[in-house]
């Protein structure tokens, strides 16, 4: 791996730090390794349907969004480190074990054994403390490659986010989550704060890669991030009606096809151009 600038984020916000990530990756010509923390978010692969991934009832207290990379659902909250790798590629793409493994030997200088599982995630034991995704910019030959590292988290929050409160009759050829039992690093030792162990594990990494620099950056002070935000990643366009089309069957046994978001077929013809969470409210 080429050396590397690690970027610190100092927003907790889901929707600045995902719109940093897109920012980094399709205008900066650089090897990034950007960290940051967010507050309470659950946060869905680019092909799933968060109607069968997510609890989105009125009361729930998280943000929801759509990230670039395929793969299953997580959670993310103060006690969640989240790494990304953003990288120029000539060739092998798609290579998760060259992301993974730094942040695996990373866990090894803080005496942590931990396996990388067949999924590309990182194991402690029998609990999963990091998944893992990737996308690639083919076109300007960029990687992203990001994944969750559970320090502190909520877990009881965490298992009662990524989970419908309510099954609903769907259909769909949208990614499934794959479900594996979780645990925090903090419960094999306690480094502090979660800013803390951020701390030290930037500090190990410089023992595994070759770091060029350190930073903080602020995502809030960037036009490009507020802009992307605004016109992206706070929408319900990108976060609910991106996804893949679906069939719902309501209680009372009428069959809905749902694409961007909206009824495209429905026995009621006044129903055809509906947002599906009208369906729902009325169902």
């Known amino acids: 791996m080429k050396p590397i600038d690690i970027y610190i984020s100092s927003s907790h916000d889901i929707y600045k730090n995902i719109a940093l990530e897109e ?38 207290d998280f943000k929801i969004i759509r990230r670039l990379s395929g793969g299953g659902t997580v959670f993310h909250d103060l006690g969640n480190i989240n790494f990304s790798f953003l990288r120029n590629k000539e060739t092998d793409f798609v290579n998760f074990k060259e992301h993974i493994i730094p942040i695996s030997k990373t866990l090894e200088q803080l005496n942590i054994p931990n396996s990388i599982s067949e999924r590309n995630d990182l194991f402690v034991g029998e ?8 996308h690639v910019n083919s076109s300007l030959k960029r990687l992203l490659h990001h994944g969750t590292l559970l320090y502190d988290s909520n877990l ?29 690093l903090r419960k094999f030792y306690d480094w502090g704060s979660t800013e803390t162990f951020l701390e030290l594990i930037v500090q190990k990494l410089k023992i595994i890669i070759d770091v060029n620099s350190v930073q903080e950056i602020d995502p809030s002070n960037m ?8 016109e992206k990643y706070a929408l319900d366009e990108w976060n609910f009606n991106h ?25 009621n013809s006044n129903e055809i151009g509906l947002p599906f969470k009208k ?3 009325h169902d």
Do not use: C, M
């Not at 769907?170 to 645990?183: D, G, L, N, W, Y």
């Not at 036009?223 to 605004?230: G, H, P, S």
């Open 223 to 230: 036009t490009e991030i507020t802009n992307l935000v605004n």
């Open 23 to 60: 920012f980094l990756l399709t205008s900066s010509k650089q090897d990034i390794l950007l960290f940051y923390i967010n507050k309470d978010a659950v946060v869905i692969g680019k092909h799933q349907n968060p109607w069968i991934e997510v609890d989105l009832s009125p009361s729930r």
């Open 127 to 134: 609990y999963k403390v990091s998944g893992n995704a990737e």
């Open 156 to 184: 009881v929050k965490l298992n009662g986010s990524i989970k419908p409160k309510e099954v609903l009759n769907i259909k769909t050829h949208a990614v499934p989550s794959k479900r594996s039992p979780v645990s925090n």
């Open 279 to 281: 369906i729902l409210e």
């Open 243 to 267: 996804t893949p089309q679906f069939k719902y069957t309501g209680k009372s046994g009428e069959i809905y096809k749902i694409r961007k978001g909206k009824v495209i077929e429905s026995k």
